[in-house]
């Protein structure tokens, strides 16, 4: 069976804050954008090769408002330690500090990261399953 592609999508309501995050932060790339699409503006931000992606847009007469909580996560699981040194070194270079999980789980092995609309991102050290 072919592995389907993961499109994670929603609305912000500033495109511009969220990309520095996901791109610089996380080494996303860009692989798409667009503008005035039935009134949206979007942009979808990926790994090369892999299956999935993020697509944020944006519309101008919608508040797309904040993360409903602080439990609303993206958890990228990164089992070798170099690699997620790196990752989490990327973050903070960017100027992204972590915080604190609402979850105490993710901070045993993980450390995580909360983007410009409140929505988090981990990055774990563990395997996943």
Known sequence: ?????????????????????????LGLEIIGH?????GFDG?????????YHFEFTQHPE????????QDNLIVFYLPDAQEWDRAVAR???????PVAA??????????????PDGYRVVLQNAAWG
């Open 1 to 25: 069976m072919p592995i389907p592609t993961l499109r994670v999508a929603r609305p912000t309501n500033d495109l511009a804050a969220l990309v520095p995050f996901y791109r610089d932060g």
């Open 34 to 38: 667009f503008e005035e699409h039935q």
């Open 43 to 51: 942009i979808m931000l990926g790994a090369p090769g892999a299956p």
């Open 62 to 69: 919608h508040d797309a408002g904040r993360a409903p909580s």
């Open 91 to 97: 973050m903070r270079t960017a100027g992204y500090a």
């Open 102 to 115: 609402f979850n105490p789980y993710w901070d045993r092995n993980g450390q995580t990261f909360e983007d």
